[in-house]
Structure formats: structure tokens, C-alpha cells
């Protein structure tokens, strides 16, 4: 009678690459990332970073009512979706903007989400950082946590059917793997040879609860063999191994039809959301170590300028050229038009059905009666 | 005003220890095109707010399945047409559509090779395959979801749920994705899922299995509610429910699996909309759907002898209700009984009760009754658990009572 220990001897390893110098680490094998790739995969993180630090600013100002940073987590945004392809369908938690940043979605089109203004995608029905786009194959992101990965499986099985060379990529926290929706999701994946990729932001934190109270396991990876799922933990602050790891899972995920578990180690510097102050549970020098040290900007910049490939000046040409840009994404997203009143009724089935339509007449009449109640700014 | 009547044949006991066995002969007449199909609507007339449902049931003219090629000429169907048992309706309204659309496949436990516990899925595993008919780990509220996530990319999933009451776990999935995503998305993801199962009090099944989620659901923005009562309107909002862009619970009774009717070949989608006449009348409005329709069918019965003359309709709709068949009925009648086996707490009748004071208020003679399940747990012991539904003799001696 042996009993299977409730901890193995030694952690599972990380798979890193780059050293906290942007050294590669000698016996790391990884595949090279050309020039193109990683000067795009650099902008784009200052992008994400710059842009978290101005909405969060605005939210701040009280322009918009709602925001949610990925500081600290640039390096898992990016890279994943450098190593990804366009027709791949992305599941996000909410920490994941940058996907769409690569993938092409706009300053300005991000605004507008924030803003909940009438160009928006959603029409103004989701909270802002609720991002979602058919086009860039990014499912609207929904609050509760969890809920994405059964449908993971769902949309893999209609990857399936089509015979399509592309697959899913889920994403959740590591609160969100206490959830029973990790369970089942990942259990479905298995048994139905979804080819889904499941990747994990374990970062430390779920608003207040750390790891340490969230699970007993070693992580996130380990939890994937219980299902029969292959899976891997990798550096999620470095980018050039998170890059690896995700091309190589991708790979397998298609030709093998089955799904694989990533988990990307990292730290959420920023606070979970602008309604939360994180250092009211966590000492301040543990976030500036983080902030600094380890930052996932500074260590793939080391490299890539290590190369040859980036400059000084192309940075604060760059800093100050995306900020500019941010500004007046902002300054348009606030002025333009709310979405009109009708909005609140479309979309709701896909044509407006008696009932609806009775209670948008209903409003219009209360609004009209009471006009000086309503507000000036908001289109009838 | 009704275009669709029934009269009963025999009826079997309603306290047999088996599941009840009716035969149901049934005449129609037809609104419809010459030619293979027909399309049924309770009255000839075009409506407004629901005049969209109605032309978009005009259109399947062009989506021919094949039928028998010699049914074409008839008009009336009382000697055509095929019979069988509801859930084989069920399955036959899935299978054709499974025919006529690739995208639509079926998910959930026991659905493929086992064909469904109440084999409504039975042999759809061999003819479509292992992809598009799939077993699923037991899991609702994964499976739900998983319907979700491939209707958003393109499929037409339909979702078997073992028993309702086992959607209860499903219901974060529903409400907050269901019925949501659509809306949140501002149009860009459509979730044409149908979710469909049995529910209700069945035969000693204890109170887990006797459920009726069609109250629990109701204030979902963004899903449609129907329930079947024969297998004729089954086969009809099957198809319609698949057909339909938004998600639709399609909800069924244990004890009414077996039911057995002469549907006709042709093909037919029902309106989801639609209240069904099932016998037109004057005196009094009796509002029901599901299981209850049978026990007021009996007690129509009575009433009849007793010289009365109840409008009976199902209003089959549940979400949203068919306040232009109910309010004419209501109008003509200026009584209204509600009969349901939801529970009085918040249950359809509840809503029903307070949708036609607000819009009917009056036309109404006396203050609506609703006879409805305590609200208690369904108790295991059969006497106990046929006294927490509503029975004919409370049906009858309501009438009477509201009819003074």
C-alpha cells in the first residue's frame, strides 16, 4: 500500500530563456526570434504598459469609471500573441488586452470601449476593459471568472468540425482555477481531444487572496496531469521564453488535437482594478522589487538592445509618440456621442420583440415628460 | 377566432400508476400554401410585433425536406400523416433539422450511443457521428457553457439536460452568458443554443427531479422560454427553437413522453411566439401549459356536462407570453383561471397573473385565479405528491366558483 505524496520532492522547473540581465541562459534552448518580431513584440509591450498607465490616470480623474491594468504581465500579453496566429480564437479572462493590441485593435478603438461611447463595439453594454471583437477572433469578455473555459471546449469542437489549422486559447488567473468551471473545462478539453490551450497568468494574487492561500498544490501546472493534460510552467516575464513555449504548444495543441496546459509564472504589480488598493494586503517594497527588478519591459529591452535592435533615442521617441496618441484617443472617445437610447434595447434577442418595444416606448415617454430629469449628453 | 381545434378521445386515468397514454385524433384546418408545406398559425391574420416570427415562417418554403411524395394534394390531414409517440416527435423535429443544417448538433449525458434517458436522441449517434451528436462528462454547467462557446463561433448546439432541475447548475452559464453575451458584445456574438430537457412533477420521482426551472428562468433577459405539450406543437418547436437566432429552453414534461398523436408528413415549424387554441369557449378563460393542459382538458370535461363553456388555450410561450391570444380570450371572456404546476411563489402563473391585470385590467369581470403547486419541495409519497398538483376537481370547482 503506497500512498502517492501530497507533494513531489522538487517543485516542477520554469523554462526560461533570457537571465533578470536579457542574457540568454546558457543550455536554454529556444528558437531565435527575428529582428521585425521582437522590435514589434517591444513596442508593443511600452504600447500596453503606456496605455494601462493613462487609462488608469483617467480613471483616476473620474473620466471613465472603470479600469483594470496588465503591469507586470506585458511579457504574457505580447508574446503569447506574437506566437499565435490571427485565426486562433482567444477566450479571455480581462488581464489580456494585449492580444488585441497586437492583433491591431486600436488606441482609439480601446477608448471607445472605456468610454462605453456610440463607436464603440459593445454599443456601451459592457463595463469598460469588457473588450471584445469578432473580427480579431476575441471573445467579449465576461466578468464572472472561469466561465470561458467550458466554452473553450465548445469552440474548439467547432474548430474541429471545420477542420480549421487553428486553436483555442483560454486564459484565467490563478483564482480562476479554483473555480469549478477550471475543472469541468479542463476535463471536457481532455476527454473530447479539444484542441484548446489553456494558459494560466499565475501572478500571484486574486485580489487579496495570494497563492499561498489559494491552492496547496506546487501551482497551476501540476494540476494539468490530473486531467491527462500535457502541460509546462514557463518565466511569464520573459518574453522570449513565453514566445518558445507558446509556438511549441500551439503546435502540439493543433497536430496532436488535444489540449495543453501553460502555466506563466508573473506578479501583478498594478492593484487588481482601480476599485482596489493593493497595499493594503501587501508590502510596498515586495510590489517596487517587482515593479523594478523584475521588470518584463526591462529585461527583454535589455536584449533586444543587446542586439543592436533598439535605442535610446527610438525609446523616448516611442514613449512620447504613444502617449500623444493616447491623449487624444481619450480627448475623441470623450467627446464623441453616447449610444442612443434604442441601444439599450437592441441586441437583447435579434429582432426587438412586443414586449421591448412597449418598455422603450414607456421610457421615451417618462423622458419626455421629465426632460430636465434626464441627462443633456445622452442621445434619445 | 381559432383556427386549430381538438376534441379528446378517450382519456385514461389521470391517477394510473403508468405514465398516461392518450390518443388524441385531431382535425385542422390549414392556412398555407399549396404544395408541400404548411405552416400553421392559430388565425389567418397577421399580427403586429409578432407579424416578424410569422413572415420569417413563410420563408422556409424554400428548404425542402423530402416527404412522402404522394401526401402533396391534401388540405386536411385527419386521414394523412403519421403517428407517433412524443418524444419520437421530438426526435424526428431534430433529426430533419439535423438534416438540413450541418452546423446543428446535439450535446449532453447519455445523448449519443445510450440515446438519451428518455430517448429523445435515440439512433441520431449512428447516423450523424460522434462530433455532432456528443456525450458529455457530467458536468451542466461545462457543457452549457461548451454549447455557448460553439454557438458564438458558429454552431447550433442543442443542449439535452438530463432533468431540468440539474440546469440549476447551469445556471451561471445561462444567465450571465446565455442570455448575455449578445448584448454585451453589442451584436457581434450570436448564441442560437437551445437548451431542452424534461422537467415537472413526475411520478414519485422525489423533489429534486421535479422541478419546474421554467420559474427560476423567466426574468433572463435575453433567452426565449417554450414548453410542448403534444407531439405535434413538440415536433413544431423543436424545429423552431433550432431555427430561431436567440437561445431557446425548450422545456418538456416526464410524463408526457409517451403521449401519442397523427402528426402530419409534411414538413411544419411552429411560431415560438404562438399560443395554442386547444378548444375555443365563452364563458371563462382557462390559461395553461405543459402537463396541466390534459388535467384541464378533463376537467373541461366536467364543466361541458355541467353546462359550461370554457376557452381552453396552452399558451405554449412562456417567455414571452402571447398577450394577443390570451388578451382577445380575456376580452371575449372577462374571466381568466390560470392552472400551472409551477409554484404560487413567483412562478409562470404569478407572471402571467400580473401581465394580464396590467394590460387587460378592464376587460376582466372578476380578479384572476391562479391554481398553482404549494410551495413546497414534491414530496416522495405518492399521495402527498399528487395533492401538491393541481387536479381537475380543483379546476372544476374553481370555474364554478369564479363562473357564479
Not at chain 2, 385565479?369 to 416522495?380: E, G, I, K, M, N
Request: include cysteine.
Amino acid at each position: 500500500m503506497k500512498f502517492i505524496s501530497e507533494a513531489a520532492d522538487k517543485r516542477i522547473p520554469c523554462y526560461r530563456v533570457l537571465s533578470d540581465d536579457g542574457y540568454p541562459i546558457a543550455g536554454s534552448r529556444f528558437e531565435q526570434v527575428d529582428k521585425e518580431t521582437a522590435v514589434k513584440m517591444y513596442k508593443s509591450m511600452v504600447t500596453l504598459q503606456i496605455m494601462d498607465n493613462i487609462f488608469y490616470e483617467a480613471q483616476r480623474q473620474g473620466r471613465i469609471s472603470f479600469y483594470l491594468t496588465s503591469t507586470g504581465e506585458e511579457a504574457i500579453n505580447i508574446a503569447t500573441a506574437a506566437a499565435l496566429t490571427s485565426d486562433d480564437v482567444i477566450l479571455p479572462q480581462y488581464r489580456e488586452p494585449g492580444i488585441l493590441l497586437w492583433r491591431g485593435f486600436t488606441l482609439q478603438e480601446f477608448a471607445n470601449q472605456c468610454f462605453g461611447n456610440s463607436a464603440d463595439y459593445g454599443k456601451g453594454k459592457q463595463m469598460p476593459i469588457h473588450y471584445g471583437s469578432n473580427k480579431h477572433n476575441f471573445f467579449t469578455i465576461s466578468s464572472p471568472i472561469a466561465t470561458q473555459l467550458p466554452q473553450a471546449a465548445g469552440v474548439a469542437y467547432s474548430l474541429k468540425m471545420d477542420k480549421k489549422e487553428a486553436c483555442v486559447v483560454a486564459f484565467t488567473g490563478d483564482g480562476g482555477t479554483s473555480e469549478g468551471d477550471f475543472h469541468a473545462g479542463l476535463n471536457f478539453a481532455a476527454v473530447m481531444d479539444a484542441p484548446v490551450l489553456f494558459i494560466c497568468r499565475n501572478n500571484g494574487w486574486a485580489i487579496s487572496t495570494p497563492i499561498s492561500e489559494q491552492f496547496r498544490s506546487d501551482g497551476v501546472v501540476v494540476k494539468g496531469q490530473a486531467y491527462g493534460i500535457r502541460s509546462i510552467r514557463v518565466d511569464g516575464n520573459d518574453a522570449l521564453a513565453v514566445y518558445n513555449t507558446i509556438r511549441a504548444a500551439r503546435e502540439m495543441v493543433i497536430h496532436e488535437q488535444k489540449p495543453v496546459l501553460v502555466e506563466a509564472l508573473s506578479y501583478r504589480v498594478g492593484h487588481h482594478s482601480t476599485s482596489d488598493d493593493s497595499t493594503k494586503y501587501r508590502p510596498v517594497d515586495e510590489i517596487e522589487h517587482w515593479k523594478t527588478a523584475r521588470n518584463p519591459l526591462a529585461r527583454f529591452r535589455k536584449w533586444v538592445h543587446k542586439n543592436g535592435w533598439w535605442t535610446d533615442d527610438e525609446e523616448s521617441e516611442l514613449r512620447g509618440s504613444i502617449r500623444k496618441q493616447l491623449l487624444n484617443a481619450i480627448q475623441v472617445a470623450e467627446k464623441m456621442e453616447k449610444p442612443v437610447l434604442a441601444e439599450m434595447f437592441s441586441d437583447v434577442y435579434d429582432d426587438l420583440p412586443s414586449n421591448l418595444h412597449e418598455q422603450e416606448k414607456s421610457l421615451r415617454e417618462t423622458i419626455k415628460r421629465h426632460r430636465q430629469d434626464y441627462p443633456t449628453d445622452v442621445p434619445v | 377566432m381559432a383556427a386549430v381545434t381538438q376534441g379528446l378521445g378517450a382519456t385514461a386515468a389521470l391517477s394510473s400508476a403508468n405514465s398516461e397514454k392518450f390518443q388524441l385524433t385531431t382535425r385542422r384546418s390549414l392556412s398555407g400554401r399549396k404544395g408541400r408545406f404548411f405552416i400553421f398559425e392559430s388565425n389567418g391574420n397577421p399580427r403586429s410585433g409578432l407579424n416578424r416570427q410569422i413572415n420569417r415562417t413563410r420563408q422556409f418554403f424554400t428548404n425542402a425536406v423530402a416527404t412522402k411524395p404522394d401526401s402533396a394534394a391534401a388540405s386536411t390531414l385527419s386521414k394523412h400523416g403519421h403517428e407517433l409517440l412524443l418524444f419520437e416527435a421530438l426526435r424526428e423535429g431534430l433529426e430533419e433539422e439535423m438534416d438540413r443544417d450541418p452546423y446543428v448538433c446535439v450535446m449532453g449525458e447519455d445523448v449519443g450511443h445510450y440515446g438519451g434517458s428518455y430517448k429523445v436522441t435515440k439512433g441520431l449517434a449512428d447516423k450523424y457521428g460522434d462530433l455532432r451528436v456528443l456525450d458529455t462528462p457530467i458536468a451542466e454547467n461545462s457543457f452549457t457553457g461548451m454549447a455557448i462557446g460553439a454557438a458564438m463561433t458558429g454552431l447550433r448546439p442543442v443542449v439535452e439536460g438530463m432533468n431540468m432541475g440539474f440546469l440549476l447548475l447551469a445556471f451561471n452559464q445561462i444567465s450571465n452568458n446565455c442570455g448575455m453575451l449578445h448584448y454585451t458584445s453589442g451584436g457581434q456574438f450570436k448564441i442560437p443554443v437551445v437548451i431542452r430537457g424534461p422537467g415537472g412533477v413526475g411520478r414519485q420521482l422525489g423533489a429534486e427531479h421535479s422541478q419546474r426551472l421554467e420559474s427560476y428562468f423567466q426574468s433572463i433577459p435575453g433567452i426565449q422560454m417554450v414548453a410542448c405539450s403534444t407531439p405535434y406543437n413538440a415536433k413544431g418547436l423543436m424545429k423552431a427553437a433550432i431555427r430561431s437566432e436567440n437561445p431557446v429552453i425548450l422545456f418538456e414534461h416526464v410524463l408526457l413522453y409517451n403521449l401519442k398523436e397523427r402528426i402530419p408528413d409534411e414538413e411544419y415549424v411552429l411560431n415560438l411566439e404562438e399560443a395554442e387554441m386547444v378548444r375555443p369557449g365563452e364563458h371563462i378563460t382557462i390559461l395553461t401549459y405543459s402537463r396541466m393542459r390534459y388535467h384541464v382538458m378533463q376537467a373541461a370535461k366536467t364543466l361541458v356536462n355541467k353546462g359550461y363553456d370554457p376557452e381552453v388555450i396552452d399558451i405554449r410561450s412562456l417567455k414571452p407570453f402571447d398577450l394577443y391570444t390570451i388578451g382577445n380570450s380575456v376580452k371575449k371572456t372577462h374571466r381568466v383561471v390560470i392552472v400551472e404546476e409551477c409554484m404560487r411563489t413567483g412562478g409562470i402563473g404569478a407572471s402571467l397573473t400580473a401581465s394580464i391585470n396590467e394590460n387587460f385590467h378592464d376587460y376582466l369581470d372578476a380578479p384572476i385565479v391562479c391554481l398553482s403547486s404549494q410551495d413546497v419541495p414534491t414530496p416522495y409519497a405518492a399521495s402527498l405528491e399528487e395533492w401538491t398538483v393541481v387536479q381537475p376537481a380543483q379546476i372544476v370547482a374553481a370555474v364554478e366558483q369564479l363562473c357564479q
